[in-house]
């Protein structure tokens, strides 16, 4: 079977100030996730699954799937606040007044049965490069028995209008060999690179460190791994107001427990993304550019 894109297009965008995954990006008002779709089917990929909320399920089918027309075979998954989330968790989250859904794992779930051959996970918001697609397609379709990821050089993924979270990746041997999740990572005026702790301490790190910009492969039989990590999480951290459960932590606990080793695989590919506002008009101008090269056709869908 042909590998199956997930695009988690559920995000509420705070930073951003709006819904990100829909704005206007590319020369015929594509948004970042198109270029995504049109990457992936170019490599090898057979269906999309968009992880989407339904208060804004009219806008992205009538501006995103509109678009595409009968050219991308779909599926539509939901992520809510309520969704496969067991009650007593669910009623002590929203008396702590929660309004967000649980993360990258939980919208992951969320798609779990719209999921049924090898896999790839990526954030609406991110151009990743045809590059990556090519990379990641190609060992999707073949026997997959170990997940993958597509890293990315730290200093390649800052934005300079404030701090970003990444998922800062150890590499022994071509595969991760662990993964921590840094919040607050930003370039200061000295050209250096920290992150600040919520004590206030702060780690440098080093330009070309691989970070996961959530651009992951996955076998099929790899969900009920998640389904138990998620649960775990929750039971432990799901009445908090703002605790969620990212991916790349579920990597980390994953290869420590044995669950699955991540593959490193590597591309030659420039990631950008829309973290904040101001951030669009870059994106608006490299998109332009590759469109310029022939990268891309003058409207995607055309």
């Not at 998922?167 to 921590?180: E, P």
């Not at 910009?213 to 791994?225: Q, R, S």
């Not at 703002?242 to 990597?251: G, H």
Request: net charge negative; hydrophobic share 40%; glycine share 8%.
């Amino acid at each position: 079977m042909k590998p199956i894109l997930v695009v988690l297009a559920a995000g509420m965008g705070s930073r951003y100030g709006g819904l990100k995954q829909m704005d206007k990006i590319g020369t015929d008002g594509e948004a970042l996730l198109d270029y995504a779709v049109f990457d992936a089917l170019r490599s090898g990929f057979g269906k999309v699954v968009f992880i989407i909320r339904h208060d804004i399920e009219r806008d992205f089918k009538d501006i995103v799937l509109t678009r595409m027309g009968d050219k991308v075979p779909f599926e539509l998954a939901y992520q809510e606040l309520e969704s496969l989330i067991p009650p007593a968790i669910f009623e002590t989250a929203k008396k702590a007044g929660r309004t967000k859904p649980w993360g990258t794992t939980h919208a992951l779930l969320c798609a779990g049965p719209a999921i049924d051959a090898p896999f790839a996970v990526l954030n609406a918001d991110d151009f990743y490069g045809r590059e990556a697609y090519e990379v990641l397609g190609r060992y999707l379709s073949g026997d997959v028995t170990e997940a993958a990821i597509v890293p990315y050089k730290l200093e390649k993924t800052l934005s300079p209008e404030g701090t970003v979270t990444r998922g800062v990746c150890a590499v022994k041997n071509g595969y991760l060999s662990s993964v921590d999740e840094f919040l607050l990572i930003k370039q200061e005026a000295d050209g250096k690179i920290y992150n600040t702790f919520p004590d206030g301490a702060k780690k440098e790190l080093a330009p070309d460190t691989p970070v996961s910009m959530n651009f992951w492969g996955y076998p099929p039989f790899i969900l009920p791994a998640f389904e138990a990590y998620f649960n775990e999480f929750l039971q432990d951290r799901g009445g908090e107001l703002k605790s969620e459960c990212y991916l790349p932590l579920a990597a980390d606990t994953f290869i420590k427990a044995g669950k699955t080793a991540f593959k490193v695989l590597e591309a030659d590919a420039d990631w950008f993304g829309v973290t904040y506002k101001k951030d669009k008009e870059t994106a608006v101008q490299r998109i332009a550019a590759l469109t310029a090269r022939g990268v891309y056709p003058r409207g995607l869908w055309r």
